[in-house]
C-alpha cells in the first residue's frame, strides 16, 4: 500500500513539474500601446502591456495591460523565414482600435486574429481602415 500511494506521489509530481516548466519557457512579448484597443472582445487600456504565448496543441495568448487581462485564441500562421522583428499589429477604424496580429522575431510562426464582428460594422458605415505596426521586446 505504502509503495502504491508512493509511485501515485511520483506520477502525481512528475505531471505538475511539466506544466510548470513548459509555462516557464513561454515567450513573453512586453509593449507600451499608446492607445486603448480591443482584443478578442475586450477594451484593453493604453500602457505597458504583456503578451504570453501559452498551450502546447492549440496555442492561446493571455493579455495583459494595466489590470486588465484577456485570453485570446490566434489563428496560427507558419512561414518559411524566420520574423525578423517583434511586432503587434493593429487595425485602425477612425479612433478604434484591433489587434490584428502579433509576430514574434526569430520564429517562424506567426498569430492573427480574425475580424471582429465591431470592425464588420465600422467598415460597413464606410469608416477608414489603416494599419498599425508597433515593435515591442521578446526576451
Known sequence: MKKHAATLLILMLGGLARPINAQAIQPKI???VPFGFIASGRTMPAGECTVRVEGDGV????ITCGKENVVAIP????????????????????????LAGISLQGETTSYEFPGQKMETELRAQDVTEADVILLASHP
Open 59 to 62: 496555442k492561446s495568448l493571455l
Open 75 to 98: 489563428l496560427a500562421t507558419q512561414s518559411g523565414n524566420p520574423n525578423k522583428k517583434t511586432v503587434l499589429a493593429f487595425r485602425r477604424y477612425g479612433g478604434r482600435y484591433f
Open 30 to 32: 512586453t509593449a507600451r
